[in-house]
């Protein structure tokens, strides 16, 4: 019973604290769901393309929760934050946006702790990862951009490595090699 109360709490809790999240398009999006069997651990780090940042980390007390209610609760929390997604279809190719180019950033040597920013012609991005705690690797990167000149600043574990600029031309390849 208190186990059903306390979820029913951190549900409505939950829903409050994200209602305005629903139907949002976001330029970057992270998300890390830990579930070890006694903690269910939810990291959502997104900027909507407004530039309004979303930061939302929570753990959960699951330990006497079936896997049901472990998936209701994380379905519910992501629903609530506007970030759920449909289950993925075989991707299909990229294709830009009228206007947009994809513009590729690799990076053979980026370990540690890591920051990526990446501004101009009116966009800015900025993501921080770390390379030993992330499942996936964080290179190669593919972002959409206007054509144009940007500028590009990496740190690696809190230095700054690199601040270079570079340009992004239509109807070519566009591929930036960070480091």
Not at 150 to 160: D, E, T
Request: with cysteine.
């Amino acid at each position: 019973m208190k186990t059903s109360l306390t979820l029913i709490g951190l549900l409505i809790t939950t829903s409050l604290m994200a209602q305005q999240a629903k139907n949002v398009a976001y330029r970057q999006l992270s998300k890390s769901l830990d579930d070890d069997g006694k903690t269910l651990m939810l990291d959502i780090r997104g900027e909507q393309i407004d530039g309004q940042k979303l930061r939302y980390k929570r753990s959960f007390n699951v330990a006497n929760l079936s896997t049901s209610e472990k998936e209701a609760l994380k379905n519910h929390v992501l629903d609530s934050l506007g970030v759920n997604e449909e289950p993925k279809s075989p991707p299909s190719p990229k294709s830009p946006e009228a206007g947009t180019e994809i513009v590729t950033f690799s990076c053979e040597s980026c370990t540690g702790k890591n920051r990526l920013e990446v501004y101009g012609n009116g966009f800015t991005s900025t993501r921080e990862f770390d390379s030993s705690k992330e499942k996936e690797p964080a290179f190669p990167l593919e972002l959409k951009l206007n054509p144009g000149e940007y500028r590009l600043m990496y740190w690696q574990n809190k230095v700054l490595h690199i601040q270079s600029t570079f340009t992004v031309k239509a109807g070519e390849a566009n591929v930036v090699k960070v480091k």
